[in-house]
């Protein structure tokens, strides 16, 4: 792993809310077991949702966006991230668990390039608070451009509903799948 994509993931989980230093070792541990195993595939890496927003909880997942250059189907991917990331996590996880009462599930949503170009509904979230980790190519930058276009042109609209949210298009229109 290089100097400079550690430097990032270092910035970044400093910048997060994190209740102690395990906690803060075991999000950096994540990250940098995904970037190393991933290595020459991975093209993305975006961390999206409450952590991103700075509302996490002792229970909150920790939203990933995972852009590969290949990848198997989806039940595969989901297979070889938990054999290959969350299993080397393990002992570290279930010390946070055990001492410190933090639950820090990773979520990980695993695309290929080809799939990522299209529009997915957690965009709408990845648009408005987002940590890029990862992204020599661009593509998360272009998700997130694009995405806030698509967003003032269907005048997309985030309602709340007591403590949750959902994205509301005023158009109407079904975006998934729209190109990017």
């Known amino acids: 792993m290089n100097r400079r994509v550690i430097f990032v993931i270092e910035k970044c989980v400093s910048e997060l809310k994190t209740f102690s230093p395990l906690h803060r070792k075991y999000i950096l541990c994540a990250l940098e077991r995904i970037i190393e195993y991933y290595a020459n595939s991975l093209l993305g890496l975006a961390i999206f949702g409450s952590y991103a ?50 639950l820090c599930e990773l979520s990980p949503y695993i695309l290929e390039k080809e799939e990522a170009l299209k529009f997915h509904p957690i965009y709408f979230d990845l648009t408005e608070h987002n940590k890029i980790l990862f992204d020599p190519e661009g593509i998360i930058s272009r998700i997130i451009k694009s995405t806030k276009s698509l967003m003032k042109e269907y005048g997309a609209k985030k309602s709340e509903l007591g403590n949750f949210w959902e994205w509301k298009i005023e158009s109407g229109k079904f975006l998934g799948g729209t190109e990017l």
Not at 59 to 78: F, M, T, V, Y
Not at 81 to 92: D, G, I, K, M
């Open 53 to 102: 927003r700075g509302e996490n909880r002792k229970n909150s997942d920790l939203d990933l966006l995972i852009i590969l250059k290949e990848a198997q189907s989806l039940s595969g991917r989901i297979r070889e991230f938990v054999e290959n990331v969350e299993l080397a996590l393990e002992p570290l996880g279930q010390q946070l668990y055990e001492n410190e009462d933090i």
